[in-house]
């Protein structure tokens, strides 16, 4: 069983819908999650962090988690053509607080 | 002011060969994290260091071995390259302490390729 799983995609969204992505973790300890995003051929940038059950708001972004599921998900309101990337889970171990670990990523396309 | 930076861009080696990655922090960060990432895959951790000292280590063989600096700079060694090495390296850096320790801060990778 992978430690972060997440469904490869590509997930296709029409601009202006809400695009929802999932992530699944196996170490019920883990006690950080996060949301990168990837565009092709460049680095992964932190877009989302969230640490307690339930919803964090920032903008457009809604992350959610629940532990009891040991489910994240983030949610992309008002999707622009802009937001077509590559969407990388990562939750930090509660074994080792050092090792950030990712999912393998979802590919978001928003078509206009 | 300057993000995490790497060196090189772009290393072409052969089987057997030894590499060194570079890496330096955003300016106040102390710890750097090293990632492998496989296209198609998420960044699969290496090394992380902070204070000069090694503070988690991922599955990857003893072939692999990383240091830091005084200055926070960081290397990567890879010994004895195999085709399967192929990959982008990231570097991340982040500060010291808490929750802040996580956020991780992604230069642009250096592709290896290995012939």
């Known amino acids: 069983q992978k430690e972060v799983e997440q469904n490869s995609g590509p997930l296709s969204v029409p601009e202006g819908a809400i695009a929802s992505l999932n992530c699944t973790y196996s170490?019920?300890?883990?006690?950080?999650f996060f949301w990168y995003r990837q565009y092709s051929g460049k680095s992964p940038e932190l877009i989302m962090f969230?640490?307690?059950?339930g919803d964090k708001e920032d903008g457009r972004f809604t992350a959610q988690l629940n532990k009891a599921s040991q489910y994240v998900s983030l949610l992309i309101r008002d999707s622009q053509p802009s937001d077509s990337a590559t969407y990388l889970c990562a939750v930090s171990g509660y074994s080792s607080a050092s090792k950030i670990i990712f999912g393998s990523g979802t590919r978001l396309s928003i078509r206009p | 002011d300057a993000g995490v930076t790497q060196s090189p861009t772009h290393l072409i080696k052969t089987r057997g060969q030894q590499v060194t990655l570079r890496c330096s922090p955003i300016?106040?960060?102390?710890?750097v994290s090293w990632y492998q990432q496989v296209l198609g895959q998420g960044p699969q951790f290496i090394f992380q260091y902070y204070e000069k000292e090694e503070r988690g280590r991922g599955n990857f063989p003893d072939r692999f071995s990383a240091r830091q600096f005084p200055n926070y700079s960081s290397e990567l060694n890879v010994n004895a390259l195999l085709l399967g090495d192929s990959a982008l390296y990231l570097c991340?850096?982040?500060?010291?302490?808490?929750?802040?320790?996580?956020?991780?801060?992604f230069g642009s990778g250096t592709q290896l390729s290995v012939l």
């Open positions: 300016s106040g960060h102390k710890s």
């Open positions: 969230i640490y307690s059950n």
């Open positions: 170490d019920r300890g883990s006690q950080s």
């Open positions: 991340a850096s982040s500060l010291v302490g808490g929750e802040a320790r996580e956020k991780l801060f």
